[in-house]
């Protein structure tokens, strides 16, 4: 479902943006967040004119749509670039500057390489399997109207130039005199109490001025190596994805299947349901039932069973306690 992953997409990069805030980076979670608003936007309505056009959501179900459909390939691809962090795309600035954030980390600094280059590769995966190739579905696809393309372009320009305003050495909203330094005044951290090391490159916990080549480097190369080899996978189909399944197996079902984290969520809630059934059925067999219906109700029942014993209707009964109550008194 070409909408599904770019929902899952998104919360990856939810991911970055909470990381730079653990990191001590606000700014470049920010940044990403501004960043990610406009290329993602760009690829949910470059999908919806996609499925506009295929009336389906199933990526295998496309295919060649390059030819037919240009403006909306090309402002998809710009926002496929943007996603994956390929310089000088806005992706590339704010995705910068949270590995930047995680430098002083080494294990989150190579997960968040690691999600690069993932990201790269399915966004490849998608473009490659619905853009290019041979048509798969039904019917002839045609590209939208203006009105749904020329927002797509709109889009495309900020996806490849919005990422400019926050590029070190920038009047950068994010970083030293913006959100950033904001951030360190209003929430200061003193090293020696707090047995903290700032993890930015400054050293004082702002956004770096000056690119690290080192950073950027590494983390363009594992955006490009997923595309690559995302096209060698679904493009030039040099490598045979069922090849790959079949070679990785167990690893293709754990995650194909989302680390099974759905299904322990229903296990939860079914025990959670079961637990909740076995005490209201106790409150209603022992509490309701038993205590209320049957105690007090059984023992009005009781009671009003033995007074109705004295109303018999007869006047010698009546007679009779009335003298008896007669002979208490004067006793």
Same mark, same amino acid.
């Given at each position: 479902d070409i909408k599904k992953i770019l929902a899952y997409s998104t919360l990856s990069q939810l991911g970055y943006m909470v990381m730079a805030c653990g990191m001590m980076g606000a700014g470049a979670g920010m940044f990403h967040l501004g960043t990610h608003a406009f290329f993602k936007a760009l690829l949910f309505m470059g999908a919806g004119s996609v499925i506009h056009a295929c009336h389906t959501n199933d990526i295998w179900e496309m295919g060649g749509l390059g030819k037919k459909m240009k403006h909306t390939t090309w402002t998809f691809f710009a926002g496929? =670039?943007? #996603? *994956?962090?390929? +310089?000088?795309?806005?992706?590339?600035? %704010?995705?910068?500057?949270?590995?930047?954030?995680a430098h002083g980390?080494?294990?989150?600094?190579?997960?968040?390489?690691?999600?690069?280059?993932?990201?790269?590769?399915?966004?490849?995966?998608?473009?490659?399997?619905?853009?290019?190739?041979?048509?798969?579905?039904h019917g002839e696809p045609h590209e939208s109207p203006a009105v749904m393309w020329v927002p797509l372009a709109i889009l495309a320009v900020f996806a490849v130039l919005g990422g400019l305003v926050g590029a070190p050495a920038s009047l950068n909203p994010f970083g030293q005199h913006g959100l950033q330094s904001y951030l360190m005044v209003a929430y200061p951290l003193d090293p020696a109490a707090h047995n903290y090391t700032p993890v930015w490159p400054t050293g004082h916990g702002h956004m770096p001025q000056h690119l690290s080549m080192s950073v950027a480097t590494i983390g363009?190369?594992?955006?490009?190596?997923? =595309?690559? #080899? *995302?096209?060698? +996978?679904?493009?030039?189909?040099?490598? %045979?994805?069922?090849?790959?399944?079949?070679?990785?197996?167990?690893?293709?079902?754990?995650?194909?299947?989302?680390?099974?984290?759905?299904?322990?969520?229903?296990?939860?809630v079914r025990k959670v349901q079961q637990g909740i059934a076995v005490i209201t059925?106790?409150?209603?067999?022992?509490?309701?039932?038993?205590?209320?219906?049957?105690?007090?109700?059984?023992?009005?029942?009781?009671?009003?069973?033995?007074?109705?014993?004295?109303?018999?209707?007869?006047?010698?009964?009546?007679?009779?306690?009335?003298?008896?109550?007669?002979?208490?008194?004067?006793f």
């Open positions: 496929t =670039l943007a #996603l *994956a962090g390929i +310089f000088p795309l806005a992706g590339f600035w %704010s995705k910068d500057e949270i590995l930047h954030a980390n080494p294990l989150l600094y190579w997960m968040g390489v690691g999600v690069a280059f993932l990201t790269a590769f399915y966004m490849g995966r998608c473009v490659f399997t619905v853009f290019f190739g041979k048509y798969r579905g363009t190369l594992m955006a490009v190596a997923g =595309l690559v #080899l *995302a096209w060698m +996978f679904y493009g030039s189909k040099k490598f %045979s994805a069922e090849n790959a399944k079949k070679k990785f197996g167990p690893i293709y079902t754990i995650v194909s299947n989302k680390y099974y984290i759905d299904e322990f969520y229903l296990f939860l059925n106790w409150v209603e067999q022992v509490i309701i039932i038993g205590l209320i219906v049957n105690g007090i109700g059984g023992g009005a029942k009781e009671a009003g069973d033995r007074l109705r014993g004295m109303q018999t209707g007869r006047v010698h009964s009546y007679v009779t306690l009335v003298l008896a109550g007669v002979t208490i008194l004067v």
